[in-house]
């Protein structure tokens, strides 16, 4: 049943585990953000280069303001978020200082999936989120998609296919947009959901994109 993957995951997570969920674009690996043992086995799991920086996900908006520093208005944050968008902004101190230590910035997801938010919640700091593929690799819509990685995950939550398998769009993972400076956007990456993000932030919000 969901309650008992749920209860099971975060024990897993509790017990510095790392574990293989489904997200609202592509499936994931997640681990507790503030366990720098379980952030560093993300690392070699992937074959991840050490710069390249972890998203942390929450289960619910509120929640983001422990972690980040906004300095957009919250209806922007409520437009956006539960989505298929990473929104990155200043990282606050209560993050954990080995997440990320390169970068005063921190990506942050709440993905449109009732099960990674209610696992989000069910933990007690944030979580660090990843594409469940090896580095450089396409990201992965089922689970036998990463069966390599199996033997290292503590648990795998098989929430079945997400979205259409034949369609290379469905890869893409979530649009990655930088809101650390006030009044302007960065498109750190494209993604799946580009069109619908750039609108909300240009004609809703009179955000302008910062190279301009």
């Given at each position: 049943g969901w309650?008992?993957?749920?209860?099971?995951?975060?024990?897993?997570?509790?017990?510095?585990?790392?574990v293989a969920v489904p997200?609202?674009?592509?499936y994931g690996v997640a681990c507790l953000a503030q366990d720098s043992g379980a952030v560093r086995s993300v690392y070699?799991?992937?074959?991840?280069?050490?710069?390249?920086?972890?998203?942390?996900?929450?289960?619910?908006?509120?929640?983001?303001?422990?972690?980040?520093?906004?300095?957009?208005?919250?209806?922007?944050?409520?437009?956006?978020?539960?989505?298929?968008?990473?929104?990155?902004l200043k990282r606050s101190e209560e993050l954990n200082k080995d997440l990320n230590p390169f970068t005063s910035l921190v990506g942050v997801r709440i993905p449109n999936h009732p099960f990674i938010r209610e696992l989000a919640r069910a933990c007690s700091g944030p979580l660090a989120l990843t594409s469940a593929n090896i580095s450089c690799q396409a990201s992965t819509l089922t689970v036998s998609e990463f069966q390599d990685l199996w033997p290292q995950l503590s648990?795998?939550?098989?929430?079945?296919?997400?979205?259409?398998?034949?369609?290379?769009?469905?890869?893409?993972?979530?649009?990655?947009?930088?809101?650390?400076?006030?009044?302007?956007?960065?498109?750190?990456?494209?993604?799946?959901?580009?069109?619908?993000?750039?609108?909300?932030?240009?004609?809703?919000?009179?955000?302008i994109p910062a190279s301009s």
């Amino acid at each position: 049943g969901w309650r008992e993957a749920v209860a099971a995951a975060a024990g897993a997570l509790q017990a510095g585990g790392l574990v293989a969920v489904p997200t609202d674009t592509v499936y994931g690996v997640a681990c507790l953000a503030q366990d720098s043992g379980a952030v560093r086995s993300v690392y070699s799991l992937k074959g991840r280069n050490g710069g390249k920086p972890l998203a942390i996900c929450l289960g619910d908006v509120d929640s983001l303001y422990r972690y980040c520093h906004v300095n957009v208005p919250d209806e922007l944050l409520r437009d956006l978020l539960p989505g298929p968008v990473t929104l990155v902004l200043k990282r606050s101190e209560e993050l954990n200082k080995d997440l990320n230590p390169f970068t005063s910035l921190v990506g942050v997801r709440i993905p449109n999936h009732p099960f990674i938010r209610e696992l989000a919640r069910a933990c007690s700091g944030p979580l660090a989120l990843t594409s469940a593929n090896i580095s450089c690799q396409a990201s992965t819509l089922t689970v036998s998609e990463f069966q390599d990685l199996w033997p290292q995950l503590s648990l795998i939550i098989d929430g079945g296919p997400i979205g259409d398998v034949q369609s290379p769009e469905c890869r893409l993972g979530s649009t990655v947009v930088d809101l650390s400076v006030s009044g302007k956007f960065t498109i750190i990456r494209p993604g799946c959901a580009l069109t619908s993000t750039v609108e909300i932030l240009r004609q809703k919000y009179g955000l302008i994109p910062a190279s301009s």
